[in-house]
């Protein structure tokens, strides 16, 4: 299984990126998957998950009704779409997968993960 995240870059307060994250080696309808994100000197915290078919979506708490995570099971392509950015986004954003299509905001129950991209919210 190998994730492969994209979009990162730097983007003004109030500002949107699009993440997206393409997966190759399974059955990509089958897994859940979810963004998680490192800030500097923090650890990797859980941003946004969705189920295999996409009839579930989980948000953390300082994320919700500004991103949106999506998925095109017929691309092997996840996204994050992030509007309303600030400051306190900037990190590292990994893509993750789970070996079910049932998706949890649970960081250590996601067995394959991407390289991560880095995003920047300037002030």
């Known amino acids: 299984v190998q994730l492969q995240a994209s979009g990162g870059g730097l983007q003004q307060t109030g500002g949107s990126l699009r993440l997206s994250c393409v997966a190759s080696?399974?059955?990509?309808?089958?897994?859940?998957v979810g963004w998680f994100r490192q800030a500097p000197g923090k650890e990797r915290e859980f941003v946004a998950a969705?189920?295999?078919?996409?009839?579930?979506?989980y948000y953390a708490a300082a994320v919700k009704g500004r991103f949106t995570i999506s998925r095109d099971n017929a691309k092997n392509t996840m996204y994050l779409q992030m509007n309303s950015l600030n400051p306190e986004d900037t990190a590292v954003y990994y893509c993750?997968?789970?070996?079910?299509?049932?998706?949890?905001?649970?960081?250590?129950?996601?067995?394959?993960w991407g390289q991560g991209t880095q995003v920047t919210v300037s002030s």
């Open positions: 969705i189920s295999g078919s996409a009839y579930a979506t």
């Open positions: 080696g399974l059955t990509f309808g089958s897994y859940a």
């Open positions: 993750a997968a789970r070996d079910t299509g049932v998706a949890v905001p649970s960081l250590p129950l996601y067995a394959y």
